[in-house]
């Protein structure tokens, strides 16, 4: 068999695998089919947190599909007669590491190796609800935490429900066994594979306590593993959404308004329809979709389209008025309080020295490298959708209002993603895919271009963080107020949600420094742009104003950056350890000739993490020579995909503090491709020095931590080297790079 056609057969076989029926019953049956094998259910209770999918997974629907109550997660584990075992993972791979991480954990407590752990991505469905979250979701670094404890509960069920199947055949105690690299062995040398029992142990009551190994124990959490995605990656079997293949697909490029918030207002699509290969031009509410055989055929239709387009609101919108709309915002009162200790203002007007600072901070792109794209087969009873998404039941519920189905008929196979960065959390992209299918009665891929995704995109808001702060007569941090204005994400994604702040405000609710009078308040100024997620969301805003202002104000009160802050976290010493180790390993104190240091600090998702940049400034430019990244994420899966987490990070936050903005002139963004939006070269890359502290804490999250501090901790380097600061971003607007 050729090796495209193996490689086919491999996803065939995979898609069988990963079926998206959110019924389960419907799961269980058709995959006992696959070679005679058989599937073990562990039902696992949710650990704290509210139940319920907020925005996704509604009650009527999971009573419709048949699904659990979303408070009850589940890992599902098979084990085949030939001995193969497959995870079910319920988080999207989008690159950080999922699909290697949590199956470590369910393979530490069923004594297998890594190695003989097969992964296929989890349905849509309650079951499968990230409780944190609030729905089937991928984001907020959470997703070894979240499956800390139930995978790990799960493993150790399956392995107890193997040793008293094996026990059973023996006619022994229990105790007599034990599980060992997929076998379960007695004391009289006697053996089972895993697969020889598993039809035996899943007719046993699944046991609810099972104890769970200890630290000292443990033989994979906690070492560097090789990624399960890694080889298919590789080899070219992976299957991102831009690769899925269906017998008779055509393929979609879609048109939409230049102006951001316009639409369509009349189309003439007769030259389009009459060029080769195209099949249909459709109006759907997102755009003007062209369907044809091959997808250089529709974007070139695409392109003889004449729309009138309804350009709305946003017509004369540009960069100038989104400022004048947040300062103005910002003046005219003084907002929601969020958080309060003590008096701020007061303590500002009698401090000994009193500080005020404005940061600004721009709309960011995503700018995944796989543009978004949906293929979709929609069928008189069902619909297949097949996506790379951070939102499984979003997905599932978009797709079954434009197929008009109910959710539960909508199969959703989740694909690896080309990137997430929480642009993939919006489901804008899908229905137009549906439409299209529906409408011509086979399987249809949609593709957005590079420019169609810059250009049409959930932007990361732009923010105006005001502080004010004062300091005593020792140079001591007395007061400190933080004022945000800026759109609200939380409020665009969930109406339904009162907490307007959680997208706002994240890292500075976790203000780590000690100060007796503390304010942090926030005005809702909507800019009439869609904005979204974006990794990091708002600790990478806040942070920067945070860190900023706190070398501006140890500058005001003459002490070294390092020292202002130790004093200020001496009741913290997780915290004050981190530190330590950053200055430590970047040479904090012994300065080179011509490089000079900034300190950045951060505490989020429940993980601790302080940078120190070194750069030089030659004839006015910027350049940035070395990270020290020292993090506290307590403990550890895998250290090696925490490792390539911090320098992901560190790339990320590189590229939005160096050049990342977004320009709006007559409602249209100019950045349209990488020429114009820039990210960090290869060539650009300064070195990176990861420490990793060992640590007791509940695992925190890493896959969004190290942006953070990227920007507060360059721009303090800056003031180092010239004793100019800088109070907005990117620094390119500023002429240093």
């Not at 007395?478 to 706002?504: G, Y």
């Not at 890292?507 to 974006?534: A, H, K, M, S």
Request: charged share 20%; with cysteine; hydrophobic share 45%.
């Amino acid at each position: 068999m050729p090796t495209r056609d193996r490689l086919r057969a491999k996803r065939a076989i995979a898609r069988t695998e990963a079926p998206a029926d959110a019924a389960r019953r419907d799961f269980c049956s058709r995959t006992a089919q696959l070679g005679g094998g058989l599937l073990l259910a562990m039902t696992v209770p949710a650990f704290g947190g509210r139940p319920g999918a907020r925005a996704a997974g509604r009650a009527s629907d999971a009573a419709e599909s048949g699904t659990t109550s979303p408070t009850e997660l589940n890992a599902w584990l098979k084990i085949a007669a030939d001995d193969s075992i497959t995870v079910l993972v319920d988080r999207s791979e989008m690159g950080q590491g999922v699909y290697t991480a949590l199956p470590m954990l369910l393979a530490e407590e069923l004594e297998v190796g890594l190695a003989a752990i097969r992964i296929a991505a989890a349905p849509a469905g309650d079951a499968y609800v990230n409780v944190g979250n609030g729905g089937q979701v991928t984001g907020t670094s959470n997703s070894v935490s979240d499956a800390w404890e139930r995978l790990r509960t799960a493993g150790a069920q399956a392995r107890t429900l193997l040793i008293a199947a094996a026990a059973d055949k023996w006619r022994i105690a229990p105790e007599r066994c034990r599980a060992n690299r997929g076998r379960i062995e007695n004391d009289r040398g006697q053996s089972f594979s895993y697969g020889q029992l598993a039809q035996a142990a899943a007719k046993l009551k699944v046991p609810k306590d099972v104890k769970l190994k200890s630290r000292a124990d443990y033989t994979l959490i906690g070492t560097s593993q090789r990624r399960l995605d890694t080889p298919g990656k590789v080899d070219g079997s992976a299957e991102f959404g831009l690769d899925v293949r269906l017998p008779g697909m055509l393929y979609a490029a879609i048109a939409q308004c230049p102006v951001l918030g316009g639409r369509v207002r009349s189309v003439g699509s007769s030259a389009a329809e009459a060029m080769p290969g195209v099949r249909r031009v459709l109006a759907t509410p997102s755009g003007v979709v062209v369907v044809a055989e091959h997808f250089w055929q529709a974007l070139k239709a695409r392109e003889a389209l004449e729309i009138v387009w309804e350009e709305g609101a946003n017509a004369s919108l540009d960069n100038a008025a989104i400022r004048v709309l947040l300062d103005r915002a910002a003046a005219a009162n003084a907002g929601l309080v969020a958080k309060q200790a003590g008096d701020p203002a007061a303590a500002i007007k009698s401090a000994a020295q009193s500080f005020a600072a404005v940061y600004e901070l721009p709309m960011l792109a995503h700018a995944t490298m796989e543009p978004m794209n949906c293929t979709a087969a929609v069928r008189t009873d069902r619909c297949d959708l097949y996506v790379g998404t951070q939102v499984q039941q979003l997905a599932q519920a978009a797709a079954a209002e434009a197929a008009g189905l109910p959710p539960a008929r909508v199969n959703v196979y989740t694909t690896l993603l080309g990137g997430g960065f929480g642009r993939r959390l919006e489901v804008d992209f899908i229905p137009a895919a549906v439409l299209a299918s529906k409408a011509l009665g086979v399987p249809v891929k949609l593709v957005w271009t590079r420019e169609d995704d810059m250009t049409q995109d959930y932007y990361r808001p732009p923010a105006r963080e005001e502080i004010h702060a004062g300091l005593d007569a020792h140079g001591k941090l007395v007061a400190w107020q933080l004022h945000i204005t800026s759109p609200s994400i939380t409020a665009r994604f969930d109406p339904t949600n009162k907490d307007p702040f959680d997208s706002v405000i994240e890292y500075v609710q976790n203000y780590p420094y000690d100060v007796p009078n503390f304010g942090l308040t926030y005005t809702r100024r909507e800019i009439g742009i869609n904005v979204g997620y974006l990794r990091s969301v708002s600790h990478a805003p806040n942070c920067f104003a945070v860190e900023s202002s706190l070398d501006e104000l140890a500058a005001a009160a003459h002490k070294n950056p390092l020292d202002f802050r130790l004093e200020l976290l001496a009741a913290k010493p997780r915290h004050t350890k981190v530190l330590k180790l950053a200055a430590e390993r970047s040479g904090w104190g012994r300065p080179r000739p011509g490089r000079h240091l900034g300190l950045a600090f951060m505490e989020g998702y429940t993980s601790v993490v302080a940078q120190v940049a070194e750069i030089s400034v030659e004839d006015g430019a910027l350049h940035v020579h070395r990270i020290t990244c020292v993090v506290d994420c307590g403990q550890m899966v895998n250290p090696r995909i925490v490792e390539s987490q911090m320098e992901s990070g560190i790339v990320f936050g590189l590229s939005a503090a160096l050049w990342g903005g977004i320009t709006v002139g007559a409602g249209r963004v100019r950045e349209t491709n990488f020429n114009t939006y820039r990210l960090l070269r290869a060539n650009e890359m300064p070195e990176t020095d990861v420490l990793l502290v060992t640590s007791d804490a509940p695992p925190g999250g890493i896959g969004e931590l190290a942006v953070g501090p990227v920007a507060p901790a360059i721009c303090n380097a800056l003031y180092a080297a010239t004793g100019r600061r800088v109070r907005s971003l990117p620094l390119s607007v500023h002429g240093l790079v």
